[in-house]
């Protein structure tokens, strides 16, 4: 079960299943859409673009629009969709969404994290969906907590990597 906001505002309820971007190459891209089945009715097909925010179960989705795509591959190609689903994963000052798309044939998961910070331009924490996590844009969000950021700048990038949102969480409980 679910909801959804349409563009104009008018909340939508029913059984929802979400259909991410599966992008194969530059000439194959599905957009992400969701399926709907309000009560008795049957099912409708609603394209991301049509949508502002949506939640499934627990899980919160907002839709920004003109995402570029990028990959780090043989191709090391890059794509610009018209809308994409963004999962809430960090809520305070320091907002984190996590962007997915599938690559196809194989279906691999492509992922990257976007922060936005103070209603900010979304900033994404990965150079490309198959990279780690970008140490100094990581740090740069958390720079106006000094004590904050001294303590995660002396650590080796490697623990920034794995324990990025823990950070940014503990940024958010110390400046709300």
Avoid: C, H
């Avoid at 049957?42 to 629009?65: N, Q, T």
């Avoid at 992922?111 to 844009?137: G, Q």
């Amino acid at each position: 079960m679910g909801s959804y906001i349409d563009l104009d505002g008018n909340k939508y309820e029913g059984e929802i299943k979400m259909n991410k971007t599966m992008w194969g190459s530059l000439d194959m891209l599905t957009p992400s859409y969701i399926t709907i089945k309000e009560g008795d009715e049957k099912k409708r097909k609603i394209e991301a673009s049509e949508i502002k925010s949506l939640v499934i179960e627990k899980d919160s989705f907002i839709v920004r629009k003109n995402v570029t795509l990028r990959r780090k591959d043989l191709a090391n190609q890059s794509i610009m969709v018209k809308a994409d689903f963004f999962r809430k994963i960090i809520d305070g000052k320091i907002k984190v969404y996590r962007a997915l798309a599938y690559n196809a044939p194989s279906r691999d998961l492509l992922i990257n994290e976007y922060a936005i910070k103070d209603d900010s331009k979304p900033k994404p924490l990965r150079d490309s969906y198959t990279s780690s996590i970008n140490e100094s844009s990581v740090l740069k969000l958390i720079i106006d907590d000094k004590e904050l950021y001294q303590k995660w700048k002396r650590e080796r990038n490697s623990k920034i990597r794995k324990e990025y949102l823990l950070m940014l969480e503990e940024y958010n409980s110390r400046n709300k």
